[in-house]
C-alpha cells in the first residue's frame, strides 16, 4: 500500500468542525491537472514524439475516467508555444537560412488531442498562459517586432474559446467573460456540486469582477480557481513578475489578485497553476510546490504549482529523449469517507509514478509530488452555512 505524506496535522482544524456533515457515502473522486503542454505541440521540436505524447495523455484521462471517477479536468495554460503568426526558429540552419514556421500547426496538434478528451464527455476547463495570446511570437525581446504587454485572444477563442465545439451547449459549461479570456464551470463529486474559475494569466480588475458575480451567483459552492501564473516551485513566494509580460497593462500579480479576491471569498479552497520551473539539470526539472494561507473568514486555501515541461527524460532513461513534459499529469483523489485529498503524480509515457516509495523524481522531496491534505472547512459544510454569497460575513 502506497503512504501519502500527510500535511493536514499542520493546518490544526477544530475537532468540532471535523465532525462536521460527513457523508453516508463512501466516494472517491478525481480532479486531473493538465500542466503546460506547450513542448508537445511545438513544431520546431521532435515531432510527432510530441504531439503523440500529448493524445496519450488525453487518451490516458479518456480510458481512466470510470476507474478513477473522473470528475474534472483542468489545463494551467501554455497549450502551445508560439502563440500566432508566422514566427522563424531562432538559429538559423547550416546555410545560414531562417526557418518559418506557421503557428496553425501547434493549434492544430492541442486540438486534436483535447477532442480525444472532449469525446470521452468528461467536465473541463481551460486557461491561456503567456505562450496562448495572439502576439506571444511579436512580444519576445528578440521577436520580429517591439515587445508590446501580451494582449489578444483570437486564435484562443477561436479554438477553445466559449462559443467553440468544446464549451458551446455543454451543460457544465457556465459561461465565459466578454473577452471570452475567463469562464466557468460546474462539476459534482462526493454528493455535492463544485464551481470551477478559470482564470487569465495575471488577471486585471475586470475579470475579477467577473469571476466575483461568478461566485455571488453561485452562493455556498466550493470553489477551485486555476490560473497560469501563481506560485514559485523553489520557494513560497508568489510569482509577481507580471511587468514582464504586461507592461503598462492593467494586469495584476498573484498577491494583489489574493488581497482584493480570494482572501474575500470563503468558499475558494485551492488554486491551481503551472508557467513556472526550475532550469533542467540532465533532463530533470522541479515544477512543483504547495502553499497554504488562511482567508479572512480563518479557512486555509489551498495553493499547488505543477508544470512539468523541464522534464525531458524519455522512456530510455536518456534526457532530451522525449519533449518537455515527458507525459507527468497531476492528479487529486477526493475521498469522502477519510476527508482528504490525495495528490500524486503519473506519467503516461513512463509509465511511472513520483514521488512513491521515497523516490525524489524531480530531484526534490518526494512529498511534493505525492502527498494529503485534510478536506478543509469549505469542503465540510460549516463554511458553506457560515457564508453569504460566497463572502464571509
Known amino acids: 500500500m502506497t503512504t501519502f505524506k500527510r500535511f493536514g496535522a499542520a493546518l ?25 503542454t506547450q513542448n508537445y505541440s511545438d513544431i520546431t521540436l521532435a515531432q510527432p514524439r510530441g504531439a503523440d505524447t500529448f493524445a496519450q495523455q488525453m487518451r490516458y484521462l479518456a480510458d481512466t475516467r470510470e476507474d478513477k471517477n473522473l470528475a474534472f479536468v483542468t489545463f494551467v495554460g501554455d497549450i502551445v508555444q508560439h502563440g500566432d503568426g508566422q514566427f522563424r526558429r531562432a538559429i538559423p540552419d547550416a546555410e545560414g537560412e531562417y526557418r518559418y514556421f506557421d503557428t496553425r500547426e501547434e493549434w492544430d496538434i492541442a486540438n486534436r488531442s483535447i477532442s480525444i478528451l472532449a469525446a470521452s464527455g468528461v467536465p473541463f476547463g481551460m486557461v491561456l498562459g503567456n505562450h496562448d495570446y495572439d502576439n506571444y511570437s511579436w512580444w519576445t525581446e528578440n521577436g520580429p517586432g517591439a515587445s508590446k504587454p501580451l494582449s489578444g485572444g483570437r486564435v484562443w477563442n477561436l479554438y477553445f474559446g466559449p462559443s467553440s465545439r468544446f464549451f458551446a451547449g455543454k451543460s457544465w459549461y457556465g459561461g465565459a467573460s466578454p473577452d471570452g479570456l475567463n469562464s466557468y464551470q ?46 514559485q516551485p523553489g520557494s513560497q513566494d508568489r510569482s509577481n513578475g507580471y511587468a514582464n509580460y504586461f507592461p503598462g497593462a492593467p494586469n495584476l500579480t498573484p498577491d494583489q489578485i489574493w488581497d482584493r479576491f ?30 497554504i494561507d488562511r482567508n479572512e473568514a480563518g ?40 476527508r482528504t485529498i490525495r495528490f ?4 503516461t509515457l513512463l509509465d511511472r509514478y513520483a514521488g512513491r516509495n521515497g523516490e525524489t523524481t524531480f530531484n526534490v522531496a518526494p512529498e511534493l509530488s505525492h502527498f494529503e491534505l485534510e478536506f478543509p472547512p469549505q469542503l465540510l459544510g460549516s463554511a458553506a452555512r457560515s457564508t453569504s454569497g460566497g463572502k464571509p460575513h
Open 12 to 36: 490544526a482544524f477544530g475537532s468540532a468542525l471535523l465532525g462536521s456533515t460527513v457523508p453516508a457515502w463512501a466516494e472517491i473522486f478525481t480532479v486531473a491537472v493538465v500542466s503546460d
Open 262 to 291: 480570494v482572501r474575500k471569498n470563503a468558499m475558494i479552497f485551492m488554486i491551481l497553476s503551472g508557467h513556472n520551473y526550475t532550469p533542467p539539470v540532465v533532463g530533470v526539472s522541479n515544477g512543483q510546490n504547495l502553499r
Open 344 to 347: 500524486y503524480t503519473y506519467s
Open 299 to 338: 479557512y486555509p486555501v489551498y495553493q499547488l504549482i505543477q508544470d512539468y515541461q523541464g522534464n525531458t527524460v524519455g522512456p530510455d532513461g536518456r534526457p532530451d529523449a522525449a519533449n518537455g513534459g515527458a507525459g507527468w499529469l497531476r492528479f487529486m483523489a477526493f475521498d469522502t469517507e477519510a
Open 186 to 231: 460546474t462539476f459534482d463529486g462526493g454528493g455535492r456540486r463544485f464551481l470551477h474559475l478559470a482564470l487569465e494569466m495575471e488577471p486585471p480588475q475586470t475579470a475579477l469582477d467577473w469571476a466575483q458575480g461568478v461566485i455571488d451567483a453561485h452562493p455556498g459552492l466550493p470553489v477551485m480557481i486555476t490560473t497560469h501564473e501563481w506560485l
